[in-house]
């Protein structure tokens, strides 16, 4: 039963780290699209956002080589 609800939660963790790259990706093509020459745009992350990009790149990473289950 535990084991369970553990695994539920770290499906849940895979699924909203999933978005969190996929919102990052977003911003970073919106602002390479709209840079121009004359007017570069840089695509600025604050430091808590860096951490949990890179706490959802090694858990996406990690369940690519060991998968969800316990």
């Avoid at 909203?16 to 911003?27: A, K, V």
């Avoid at 709209?34 to 090694?58: A, D, N, R």
């Amino acid at each position: 039963m535990i084991i369970d609800i553990l695994n539920k939660f770290l499906i849940l963790a895979f699924f909203m780290s999933c978005l969190t790259i996929i919102r990052h990706g977003y911003y970073f093509i919106q602002a390479l699209l709209t840079s121009t020459v004359e007017q570069p745009i840089k695509y600025k992350v604050s430091y808590t956002s860096l951490i949990l990009l890179g706490i959802s790149i090694s858990y996406i990473l990690s369940v690519i080589i060991t998968g969800i289950t316990l």
